[in-house]
């Protein structure tokens, strides 16, 4: 939990209510109403949404009974060996996907156009584009990213988005749960209505778990917007990392 203690509440726009947040007739944020389409008749995600349970923070198999939690012997060891002082956002590193955004601040999507969406994160200024235009990786001729590389499609009235090409220093969540560069993120964003989002993920890992999992999580629509916070590494973390680098 100390990644969490320094989060602070996200500051908003002074008298400039958020122009896309459906309304009530009191002028209130409509958490109920029926769900905004895009000119294509596609559901709009567009917004700043918030994750309200931190169990996915602390633990991304948190609804999980341990046989439906196929981690390898070897990962499960690295998981208990590994302390808070590793955590990437104690040392200011990116955090990847899963814990950019199951951290608390509000993470932005943003619909650039039918064939881009853009995710935008408060930590580090990180953010990930997803192409919708029919591309395909060679993930060998690229060098694994942070955020790895992101592909969508829609099924039905539902986002599907593609990640691999992601590197194997971040981790699943703040227990330290490892993940590899055969790493295949596979989400599903559905928008139940105005005020609710809800993500299906399924986590292919071969190198970390014996055979793929899926779990739940949902977001709600927040007014807050996503603004920058960036992580400072003391001075003394500083010297030890060009020293390790020499």
Known sequence: MLALAGLPLSAQWLDVPPPDAPKTKDGKVDMTGPVPRRPDGKPDLTGPWRQKDYRYLENIGADLKPEEFPIQPWAAELTKRRTQ??????????????????????????????????????????????????????????????????????????????????????????????????????????????????KTIRIDDPKVFTKPFTVHEHYEYTPEEVLEFVCEASHEYDAAHMRSNK
């Not at 650039?112 to 060679?138: C, E, I, N």
């Open 85 to 198: 002082a590793e955590n990437p956002s104690v040392n200011c590193l990116p955090l990847g996907v899963l814990m950019s955004e199951n951290m608390g601040y509000p993470f932005k999507i943003l619909t650039a156009s039918p064939k881009l969406m853009v995710f935008l994160y408060a930590l580090q200024g990180m953010y990930r584009q997803v192409f919708l235009d029919g591309r395909r990786l060679d993930v060998d001729a690229y060098n694994p990213l942070w955020m790895g590389f992101s592909t969508g499609k829609w099924d039905g009235d539902t986002l599907v988005v593609d990640t691999v090409g992601n590197n194997d220093k971040t981790w699943l969540d703040n227990g330290g749960h490892p993940m590899s560069e055969a790493l295949h993120l596979t989400e599903s964003y559905h928008r139940v209505d105005s005020g609710h989002l809800e």
